[in-house]
């Protein structure tokens, strides 16, 4: 019933941007907080970025904060993630959440990689 769906990953080298795309079907992004989260091989996933639906506040993890900006296109239902100045530390698989109370409604994830 809702899905979601990541693009915008690849390979870049460090320095560069990217920007990751999130399509949502089933439920509207302007309704949920979204977030992108970020998994590295052999590590715990992490909050990378989060848009709270109440104030739309935006919140960043200490180590993207001041290079990722998050942000909602409601008219096309997709939450984006700005990714600059990126490092080879943010070699990972990224992922689009959302949901109200906590994420349950997960995408299948888009890989990015930042070479050195």
């Known amino acids: 019933q809702v899905h979601l769906v990541e693009s915008g990953g690849g390979l870049v080298q460090a320095g560069g941007s990217l920007r990751l795309s999130c399509t949502a079907s089933?439920?509207?992004?302007?309704?949920?907080?979204m977030a992108w989260f970020r998994q590295a091989p052999g590590q715990e996933r992490e909050l990378v970025a989060e848009?709270?639906?109440?104030?739309?506040?935006?919140t960043y993890a200490n180590s993207v904060k001041g290079r990722f900006t998050i942000s909602r296109d409601n008219a096309k239902n997709t939450v984006n993630l700005q990714m600059n100045a990126l490092k080879p530390e943010d070699t990972a698989v990224y992922y689009c959440?959302?949901?109200?109370?906590?994420?349950?409604?997960w995408g299948q994830g888009t890989q990015v990689t930042v070479s050195s």
């Open positions: 959440a959302m949901g109200t109370a906590s994420y349950n409604i």
């Open positions: 089933g439920r509207t992004v302007s309704s949920n907080n």
């Open positions: 848009t709270i639906r109440w104030n739309g506040e935006s």
